[in-house]
């Protein structure tokens, strides 16, 4: 079965890094395009990066951008999120996500393009 295990999550001060991972088992990770996206309590699921399976696309919500940075190793079957100059409302809990189809396009930047998820990881950035 697909699982997608986030890691890399926890308490940094604001202006601080840090770098979220997330590997995938159980599908075509190099034929997916995948996303990161966070929730905070009381708000929807936002978007905040994704990239094509290639890497040669990537998109990035208007509230991290300058600031974060997707990756991907595909010999690896890992995806990255590069969060630097953190602010409080970065504030949330970090999903990796997966498309269920492969190779497809355009990239996907709602919820809705994403069959699968991973469980999430906690990021709070303290002011």
């Known amino acids: 079965q697909v699982q997608l295990v986030e890691s890399g999550g926890g308490l940094v001060q604001a202006g601080g890094s840090l770098r979220l991972s997330c590997q995938a088992s159980?599908?075509?990770?190099?034929?997916?395009?995948m996303g990161w996206f966070r929730q905070a309590p009381g708000k929807d699921r936002e978007f905040v990066a994704s990239?094509?399976?290639?890497?040669?696309?990537?998109k990035y919500g208007d509230s991290v951008k300058g600031r974060f940075t997707i990756s991907r190793d595909n010999a690896k079957n890992t995806l990255y999120l590069q969060m630097n100059s953190l602010k409080p409302e970065d504030t949330a809990v970090y999903y990796c996500?997966?498309?269920?189809?492969?190779?497809?396009?355009?990239?996907?930047?709602?919820?809705?393009?994403?069959?699968?998820w991973g469980q999430g990881t906690q990021v709070t950035v303290s002011s």
């Open positions: 159980g599908l075509a990770f190099s034929s997916k395009c």
């Open positions: 990239m094509t399976w290639s890497g040669a696309t990537t």
């Open positions: 996500a997966a498309d269920a189809l492969d190779n497809r396009l355009p990239l996907p930047t709602l919820p809705v393009g994403y069959g699968y």
